[in-house]
């Protein structure tokens, strides 16, 4: 397969790329996430299919095992497709696993609709990245990729806020009301990603199935060798992984504690649309962070994070009176450490890799960080069942707590610059 411009003139193209830079932004903000549907997800899910928290953590374990199964049909599909299409596919399968969510019964509901977001979700997150940097990514670098990735992420939260804001008073009138206005969206986002314009096009050749099949293996191989050579790769992974299960195992355990403190419907909802503007305004942060910080960037945002995580389950512990505001601060704190992480680990991973080897260096991202993901997620799962909400925060912050302090004193000057800044023994790559 070659990849070949798309169109004949520079004029062309130019006048395409501006009209990616400008739809990306407003299609970021509307298909980042699932509007409507995380402010309200624990209630619906304990409220409304009669799952409990841990058997939610359990169910949802599995979904970063089906993004790496559903590696080779989403390259399949982009190779095949080209980037527009494929996104376009992409989204319509994350209508598909709402409208499965509304549909079907229980833990099954969840385990059977994960297996169609996973495939969304895989083409969904390579093909509008590469979109945006196949339209501003200069010959140096990465142009106004940043820029405008990060104006997209603020509108999102902007958005999501004012979703979560809403979605608790109509949880209250009916339960499924918040996850049909989410379909709708998630219909909105698939009109958007119509609206986008292919700057390359693949050039298929003969047998090009079984090319693609030998190239999954050489992808694998790769990770496999380059996770075992490169200090700076392994450092990076094993960061995102222990990040990504954290903020995946919060959102479950922060609903948890705040039906524990017989937090209302409405009440639980606002909470959300605080700490989702909070996250909405922490990303417009993210430049600054990165520049006052550089490679230590990464500490500050997981010990904020974990630091606060810890404190919650001490307060539930100390059963302390009237800790709800004091809980709600803590947990914006981890909002904006997370809002600035998914930003800034998408640009690291991205800087970390050159035109030939982003793809491969993207299959062991996803490939690592998910398996060390799903570990944790079902023990953190399985904690939750055998014990309660106040043990289980404790103890799961005090072991993240401790598995950073290790991982960071790891990754020190590994990670965060750019790749002229490191040693050459810690970047080197099979090619």
Known sequence: ???????????????????????????????????????TQYLFYTMVKGITAGEILKANAFFPLFIIIMQLPAAICADFLGRKKSLILGNIMMTVYILLLIILPGV?????????????YSIKSVQETNILYDSTATKGGEGLYPKIN?????????????????SGYLFVINGY??????????????????????????????????????????????????????????????????????????????GNILTELDVKPETFSMANAILTFIAGIASTFQNKIHNKFRNRTFTVLSISYVSSLVSMGLLLYLQTNNI?????????????????????????SKNFSTPKTRSRISFSVEFS?????AILLFLA?????????????LFVGLIFLILFVLVLDYMRTRIGLKPEEYERKDIELEN
């Open 177 to 254: 009301l918040p996850m049909v206005i989410c379909l709708i969206f998630t219909i909105i986002s698939t009109i958007i990603s119509t609206k986008f314009k292919d700057i390359y096009v693949n050039k298929l050749e003969e047998n090009e199935l079984s090319n693609k099949l030998k190239e999954y293996k050489e992808d694998f191989k790769f990770s496999i060798k380059n996770i075992i050579k490169s200090k700076r790769l392994r450092a990076l992974l094993l960061f995102m992984g222990l990040f990504n299960a954290m903020i995946t195992i919060t959102g479950t355990y922060k």
């Open 1 to 39: 397969m070659k990849t070949i411009a798309k169109y004949k003139t520079k004029k062309e193209e130019i006048k395409a790329k501006k009209q990616n830079a400008k739809v990306f932004p407003i299609y970021k903000m509307f298909s980042w996430d699932l509007l409507f549907f995380y402010s």
């Open 381 to 393: 799962g399985a904690l939750l069942d055998s014990t309660n909400i106040i043990f289980a925060t």
């Open 324 to 348: 709800l505001p004091v809980i709600l601060i803590l947990l914006a704190i981890t909002q904006f450490a997370m809002a600035n992480y998914f930003v800034l680990s998408e640009r690291y």
């Open 369 to 373: 960080t998910n398996i060390i993901e």
């Open 150 to 166: 990060g104006k997209g992420a603020t509108g999102y939260y902007i958005l999501d806020g004012v979703a979560s804001l809403v």
């Open 108 to 120: 099954f509901g969840i385990f059977f609709a994960n297996i169609f977001y996973a495939f969304g």
